[in-house]
Every structure is written in C-alpha cells, then in structure tokens.
T-cell receptor, first 112, second 114 residues
Framework: QKEVEQDPGPLSVPEGAIVSLNCTYSNSAFQYFMWYRQYSRKGPELLMY????GNKEDGRFTAQVDKSSKYISLFIRDSQPSDSATYLC????????????FGKGTTLSVSS | ETGVTQSPTHLIKTRGQQVTLRCSSQSGHNTVSWYQQALGQGPQFIFQYYREEENGRGNFPPRFSGLQFPNYSSELNVNALELDDSALYLC?????????????FGNGTRLTVT
C-alpha cells in the first residue's frame, strides 16, 4: 500500500460545478497537509496548507482534513476553465529533513 | 511568483553522461529541497540541504548528489545517467530548518535521457 493514494482521474466537469478531490493516507504520523495545483510545463503551486484536522477556506477553495479516517479533501466551488490543471495532495510528519509525500495527482478539466 | 528559479528549463542527455541542474532560492531561504517528478507521478523527495550540508535524503542512489552555496543557490548532480532518470526535477526553498513548512517550487528542469 502506498503511503498516499490519489485517484488520477481524469475528472471532467462543466463550468460552475463543485469539484471534490480526495486523498487517503496510511501514515498516522502525518500532521501537515497541503494541496498543490500544477499547470502543464510548470512547477506545483501551493493552494492550501493545513495543520492537523479541520477545515480551511480560501476563496473558492476549501480543504478538509479528517485524521481519524486518514482522509483529506479539496473542494472547488464555482469551477472555472482556468482551474483545469493537475491537483496534488501532499503531507508531512513535520520533522526537519523529512520529505513531503505526494499523491500521484488528479487531472481536472473544466469545460466552458 | 515563487522566487525560486531553475536552469536550464530543458535538457537532453545521453545514457551514461553526467548532468548538473541549478537552482536559485529566495533570498534568506537557507533550506533547499530537490524532488524528481516522473511523467504522471507526484514529486519524489531526493534530498534536502540546510546551510550547505545534506539534511535528509530520499530513496535515491549515491549517483544523485547535491551542493548548496552561501548565496542561496544550489546544484543537483546526476552521474551515469539512466533512461529512468528522465523526469522533471524540481527545487524548493524554505526560510528555516523546521519540518512541515510548505514548499514553494520553481518551474523545474525537464531532463530527457536518450
């Protein structure tokens, strides 16, 4: 079992839809949870950063962490064609020198 | 604008050759991390440097090595290139040594090994 599992998609939705992206993980020591957006030919761009369990909202984006279920989600409201990208979840135990562990990424396409 | 710049953007090498990739971190960021992202995969941790010393390493062989310089620049060197080394190589910097800090990546160097 991989440490972080993420459905690669692709996921296709119409403009204005609510998008739900999810990751599951196996390491209960993970404390820091992130979502990155990666456009083609670009590096990953940090979208959301959360410590421990709970919800965090930033504009059209909401990140949820459920440590009891080892499950994290990213919701995108009122999706736009510019949201078309690959979304990567990432997590860390938080110790210096340790890796950020990424999922494989979910490819999202929003059609106008 | 992430503040992290990488060069070159693209590179083509032959199997068995050596390659050096470069990264310029944000000013004041004394921790730099390198990741390898194969096509269709998430980035994988290669190693991290803090104040010019290796601070952590992922599951990569010794032919992957690095250097960090006092001017916040760093290098990733790969010897004896293999076809599977073809990937996007990403650099990220953070201001401190504390784990758990969010990483801000550059746009990477795409390496093709033929």
């Amino acid at each position: 079992q991989k440490e972080v599992e993420q459905d690669p998609g692709p996921l296709s939705v119409p403009e204005g839809a609510i998008v739900s992206l999810n990751c599951t993980y196996s390491n209960s020591a993970f404390q820091y949870f992130m979502w990155y957006r990666q456009y083609s030919r670009k590096g990953p761009e940090l979208l959301m950063y959360t410590y421990s369990s709970g919800n965090k909202e930033d504009g059209r984006f909401t990140a949820q962490v459920d440590k009891s279920s080892k499950y994290i989600s990213l919701f995108i409201r009122d999706s736009q064609p510019s949201d078309s990208a690959t979304y990567l979840c990432a997590m860390s135990v938080g110790q210096a020198g340790t890796a950020l562990i990424f999922g494989k990424g979910t490819t999202l396409s929003v059609s106008s | 604008e992430t503040g992290v710049t990488q060069s070159p953007t693209h590179l083509i090498k032959t199997r068995g050759q050596q390659v050096t990739l470069r990264c310029s971190s944000q000013s004041g960021h004394n921790t730099v991390s390198w990741y390898q992202q194969a096509l269709g995969q998430g980035p994988q941790f290669i190693f991290q440097y803090y104040r010019e010393e290796e601070n952590g390493r992922g599951n990569f062989p010794p032919r992957f090595s690095g250097l960090q310089f006092p001017n916040y620049s760093s290098e990733l060197n790969v010897n004896a290139l293999e076809l599977d080394d073809s990937a996007l190589y990403l650099c990220a910097s953070t201001p401190g040594r504390q784990g758990g800090s969010p990483l801000h990546f550059g746009n990477g160097t795409r390496l093709t090994v033929t």
